[in-house]
């Protein structure tokens, strides 16, 4: 039997409600679960609360409660909004409970009697709100910008130093450790900046977990928090020793980037000195900003989860969040924003798909699937797409790349919507001679709606339950198998479900008023007294333009350029003929991911050497904020297209 699929959310800090950052988190990690669910693979998928520390202290002192009192309310509204969100964990620990306490305590005597714990005192800057001490003398933390306190106390340190060259070591291992790359250069590099020895205890405060035989001292709320991805899954139980070796180490673990410090060094490092296995992979995504500014109580900007459960339906939330970005990216998050992404493309695209290939079967063949008659040339080139969907879908699932997958479903249901225009089933169903014709039609644009379906289960499963009915199914989108993704599951003469909407659009108007309370602040136009757009640039003329020849190039290699952080070296199938391009793109993408990707290439450019290589031709991209984009597409195209 193989090894289950443990994968894991931060624990969410309780001094206040589930935002919309603590939803994405989540959500993409139910995601995940279910795709592994989806592949036959035993999940288990854990989330929770950390419930400690001093900032919990002080929050429950401002409102007049006990700490106590606080947390048991507020993990209490994490569990419900979750569950209210359809996210199906298998775990969820909370740091107050007595499990987590005695795993707590277990891998602290394991460090200790490896010998990593010595006593000492600590002087320095700490910052409350990101419970983290902060070197040098500055007022402020360079992490949240909020003040930090001077303290000097007696402490518990834990030989951090005694890692650096461990875990460079590890890092050189486990290229993939953190992910996306980007976030592993800034590991790498502050660790390749020195290590100081981490205060692990606290005097000043009282609500943690007390360190054996000093109860004088409480556990620093990271070395205490993370050990709950140990606890909710059986540490320092007997009676769960077995589970927490079949699960242990964690497959994939998801944060923040603001929290990656904590887990790709602190974390492998504790793990480490107790002898047991860092994590395979942390997977580290962005903020959601509101138009541009992080979220704020204070500026009027904050999104919880509770407004958005109350605004829209689940899949809205999920489809959203997941599509709108890459993995690893920040995102801005609008109202409008949203209901132009929903509107389009759930509503349009894949409702328009279901809506009238399941009406034209139910009006031409009195609702029961028709029996496919024969294949023409069209057919067999959907049906190949959309293998070829499937395999793509699974590649980009099975690296994270879950906005990629998203892409390649939303490629297929536009080729499957233009295959049914360009056969024209309505002008068929005209035609008596033609109805074999025209149950072909009709039973393929069924079947890839389903397949369609069955890849966006992890995604949108409420809509996709919805779609699976109305196609004459039973089973839910939870129930869906990777055997579902073969060609030819539906079954002749199998009874439509009812027929309905299955993703309604959104009214802008209507939904805006109604989520005046919560929406945030839209952007502006610029006043009309001011320009401020770029002097204009000298112009070219189309016959300029007609100099440069681009075409589509599928590549097929990618590999980095010894000796060069940004080059990396591609072959590049243009159609005619096969390319050798040299691409300043290593800082941006891994070059795992990047064959079978459509690119476009400028072709008729002089050739270049780099780094001693020749490099035939350039790959055409966009300066994002993060580094390079390539330019690409969201329609299918044959490679060796020149681009006019």
């Known amino acids: 039997m193989s090894k289950p699929f443990y994968l894991t959310t931060p624990l969410y800090y309780v001094n206040d409600v589930p935002h919309v950052g603590h939803t994405y988190t989540t959500i993409i990690g139910d995601a995940i679960a279910r795709y592994h669910r989806l592949c036959g693979n035993a999940v288990c998928y854990l989330t929770g609360t950390d419930e400690h520390g001093q900032k919990i202290e002080r929050a429950a002192a401002a409102r007049g409660v006990s700490a106590e009192n606080l947390t048991d309310r507020n993990a209490e509204v994490f569990q419900q909004i979750w569950l209210r969100l359809g996210i199906g964990y298998d775990e969820f620990i909370r740091t107050t409970q007595p499990r987590h306490h005695r795993a707590v305590k277990a891998i602290y005597e394991r460090i200790r009697e490896a010998g990593f714990i010595y006593l000492g005192e600590y002087s320095g800057q700490y910052c409350v709100r990101c419970e983290l001490f902060v070197a040098g003398e500055g007022s402020a933390c360079p992490d949240c910008g909020s003040p930090t306190e001077f303290i000097t106390e007696q402490s518990y340190f834990f030989k ?23 976030r592993m250069n800034e590991v790498i590099s502050f660790v390749k900046g020195g290590l100081k020895d981490l205060s692990i205890s606290r005097t000043s405060f009282r609500w943690g977990i007390p360190i054996p035989d000093d109860p004088d001292h409480i556990f620093y709320v990271w070395f205490d928090a993370l050990n709950g991805y140990l606890s909710g899954i059986g540490f320092g139980d007997e009676a769960g020793s077995q589970r927490f070796e079949q699960l242990w180490p964690a497959e994939v673990q998801l944060m923040g980037k603001d929290i990656l410090r904590f887990h790709a060094v602190y974390w492998p490092a504790f793990l480490m000195a107790a002898g047991l296995e860092p994590p395979r ?23 919880t989860a509770e407004a958005l459960c109350e605004a829209l339906p689940n899949d809205y939330i999920r489809y959203f969040l997941l599509r709108e970005i890459p993995l690893g990216a920040d995102g801005n998050f609008s109202y409008e924003g949203l209901i132009g992404r929903i509107n389009s493309d759930l509503a349009n695209d ?12 139910d009006n031409y063949f009195e609702g029961r699937i028709p029996e496919s008659a024969g294949l023409e040339s069209r057919d067999e080139e959907l049906i190949r797409f959309t293998k070829e969907t499937v395999e793509l879908y699974r590649d980009s699932f099975d690296r994270l790349q879950l906005n990629k997958a998203l892409e390649n479903v939303w490629e297929l249901i536009s080729v499957c919507n233009k295959y049914i225009v360009a056969n024209e089933p309505w002008n068929l169903a005209k035609e008596p001679a033609k109805r074999e014709r025209l149950a072909s039609v009709l039973y393929n644009s069924a079947e890839a709606l389903r397949i369609a379906g069955v890849l966006l289960s992890p995604i949108v499963p409420d809509g996709v339950t919805a779609i699976l009915r109305q196609l004459g199914s039973d089973r839910t989108a939870e129930q869906q198998t990777l055997g579902d993704l073969n060609w030819g599951g539906l079954e002749p003469e199998t009874p439509l479900g009812t027929i309905e909407v299955i993703y309604p659009r959104l009214d802008k108007q209507e939904f805006l008023r109604r989520t005046a309370g919560e929406a945030p602040p839209q952007s502006q136009p610029q006043s009309s007294g001011q320009s401020n757009q770029p002097a204009p640039e000298e112009r070219i003329t189309i016959d300029d333009f007609a100099r440069v020849e681009m075409r589509v190039g599928k590549v097929l ?21 096969k390319r ?7 800082g941006a993408y891994d070059p795992a991911e990047l064959p079978g990707r459509l690119v476009v290439l400028v072709t008729n450019l002089k050739p270049a050497r780099l780094m ?22 969201t329609e299918p195209v044959r490679v060796g297209t020149r681009l006019t």
Not at 160 to 180: C, G, H, I, M
Not at 285 to 293: A, K, P, S, Y
Not at 612 to 633: D, H, Q, R, W
Request: net charge neutral.
């Open 160 to 182: 951090l130093s005694a890692f650096q060259e461990k875990l460079l070591n590890f890092y050189r291992d486990n290229p993939t450790f953190v992910v996306p790359q980007t």
């Open 281 to 303: 992979q942390l997977l580290v995504h962005g903020w959601w900003t509101i138009e541009g500014q992080k979220m704020s109580k204070s500026v009027g900007n904050f999104i």
């Open 350 to 361: 894949l409702g328009n798909l279901c809506n009238r290939t399941l009406t034209m079967i």
């Open 557 to 577: 290699e990618a590999e980095r350029v010894p000796k060069s952080d940004k080059l990396l070296r591609l072959i590049v199938d243009i159609g005619s003929e």
């Open 580 to 586: 050798q391009v040299v691409a300043g793109i290593a």
């Open 612 to 633: 001693g290589l020749e490099s035939n031709g350039m790959i055409v991209a966009a300066s994002g904020e993060g580094g390079p984009v390539l330019a690409t597409f």
